[in-house]
């Protein structure tokens, strides 16, 4: 996903140094091309020969080394690199690069480099909320530097406070939305539902269904990722939800309504990919329904229908999908749903194939728009997810 994309991490003396080999092997496990800088003072805490063995790359340190393959490597490199990622950023460089200081191979690459810079602090809790420190961090962010607030917890050197550097998986993310996917969503807002709803029959039971919200996830990762504003309306699942996006947790169709439709007026594109429990119990019992002769009666009755209300309220340029999932029939059943809701697309699947449906990591899919009905072969849900979007792109 990141082939030819080139990544500088840059690497300071400070002891969350050793959580970055394991940035550099997520990047280059994504194809990306990783150059790792040091400070001399990084060197203590990891040895250079480790990012030279995950990256392929020489590890470098020292501007005046002579056994370069560029003419001028500091300027060659930052002419080539997508991004900068400066993680652990200790407080000595952070005051370099606020200041114009170059006199090491890191200060005087990032002086020279035009590319997004992230840059990611670390260190004691005391040394974090120093003034100096802050305003440097200030002064970085006006000359558009990106940076990365720190996580709190327990740091090495026994303090518990802010300061810590976020795990590589997240520095991986902030790299991963500045590379990933044409920016062809920027400027839209869009909103998502997705997983299951869950209703209350007693204080021990609820009626719902398997949808596990991996295809809603996939959807909304990939729209942030290709520049849009991103809200994910999710119930309960197992799922973490992706970072950057406005992330609102519900349980009930009630509450799924009610958070869509508050939110729907000021949407380019609404995609519905949650599976709504169709029917509630009619009274959530304070006690357990007691089971007679094997039976237990419940009276339901209909929750609201989330799309039906979007169709109504559809407003101009404003682009409606929804999901179908079928047993049979499903071009018929989904156009009739097309045509019915006022919708411009149903992505629809027949949960009875192999590899579509709710649990897995792959779908099979058919969009159906009013002109068009494209079938997707087996994919992975993250491919589906980029397919949908590409096509209410298209039809926008
Ligand atoms: C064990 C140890 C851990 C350190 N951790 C940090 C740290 O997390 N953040 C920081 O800013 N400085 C830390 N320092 C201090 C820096 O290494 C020191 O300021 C050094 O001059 C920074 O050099 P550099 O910015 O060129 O890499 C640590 C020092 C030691 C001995």
Not at 117 to 128: G, H, I
Not at 154 to 176: F, H, R, V
């Given at each position: 996903m990141l082939k030819g994309r080139t990544v500088i991490l840059g690497v300071t003396g400070s002891i969350a140094a050793y959580k970055i080999a394991s940035l550099a092997s997520m990047l280059v496990k994504k194809q990306a091309s990783v150059h790792v800088i040091m400070t001399q003072n990084a060197m203590n805490f990891i040895n250079p020969i480790t990012f030279e063995t995950l990256t392929g790359h020489k590890c470098l340190v020292d501007t005046f080394d002579r056994n370069f393959e560029f003419q001028v490597e500091h300027v060659s490199l930052a002419k080539q690199a997508d991004v900068v990622m400066i993680a652990p950023a200790s407080a000595n460089v952070i005051g370099k690069l606020a200041h114009g200081i170059a006199d090491d191979m890191l200060t005087t690459t990032?002086?020279?480099?035009?590319?997004?810079?992230?840059?990611?602090?670390?260190?004691?809790?005391?040394?974090?909320?120093?003034?100096?420190?802050?305003?440097?961090?200030?002064?970085?962010?006006?000359?558009?530097?990106?940076?990365?607030?720190?996580?709190?917890?327990?740091?090495?050197?026994?303090?518990?406070?802010?300061?810590?550097?976020?795990?590589?998986?997240?520095?991986?993310?902030?790299?991963?939305?500045?590379?990933a996917g044409p920016k062809d969503l920027t400027g839209k807002k869009v909103l998502v539902t997705a997983g299951p709803t869950q209703e209350n029959i007693d204080p021990v039971r609820y009626i719902t269904n398997h949808s596990s919200g991996k295809m809603g996830y996939a959807v909304a990762k990939a729209a942030m990722l290709r520049g849009a504003e991103v809200t994910l309306v999710s119930g309960q699942t197992a799922l973490t939800p992706p970072m950057f996006v406005d992330y609102v947790q519900i349980t009930t169709a009630?509450?799924?309504?009610?958070?869509?439709?508050?939110?729907?007026?000021?949407?380019?594109?609404?995609?519905?990919?949650?599976?709504?429990?169709?029917?509630?119990?009619?009274?959530?019992?304070?006690?357990?329904?007691?089971?007679?002769?094997?039976?237990?009666?419940?009276?339901?009755?209909?929750?609201?229908?989330?799309?039906?209300?979007?169709?109504?309220?559809?407003?101009?340029?404003?682009?409606?999908?929804?999901?179908?999932m079928e047993t049979e029939n499903m071009i018929g059943n989904s156009r009739a749903k097309l045509q019915k809701k006022n919708l411009d697309m149903v992505a629809a699947n027949n949960v009875k194939v192999e590899g579509a449906g709710f649990q897995g990591d792959t779908n099979v899919m058919t969009l159906i728009t009013q002109d068009q009905e494209i079938a997707l072969p087996l994919m992975s849900k993250e491919e589906v997810a980029d397919k949908i979007l590409d096509t209410i792109r298209d039809k926008m």
């Open positions: 990032l002086l020279a480099c035009r590319c997004p810079k992230f840059l990611s602090p670390a260190m004691n809790t005391a040394m974090y909320e120093n003034p100096i420190v802050q305003d440097n961090l200030k002064i970085l962010k006006k000359y558009g530097y990106e940076v990365i607030t720190p996580a709190s917890g327990y740091l090495a050197c026994g303090d518990t406070g802010s300061g810590k550097m976020p795990e590589p998986e997240t520095l991986y993310q902030y790299i991963e939305k500045e590379l009630e509450e799924m309504y009610q958070a869509v439709t508050s939110r729907s007026d000021e949407q380019d594109i609404i995609i519905k990919a949650a599976a709504v429990a169709d029917y509630r119990p009619k009274t959530v019992y304070d006690n357990k329904v007691k089971k007679q002769d094997g039976q237990m009666s419940i009276e339901l009755e209909r929750t609201r229908d989330i799309l039906a209300y979007l169709g109504e309220h559809k407003r101009e340029n404003q682009f409606l999908c929804g999901f179908s």
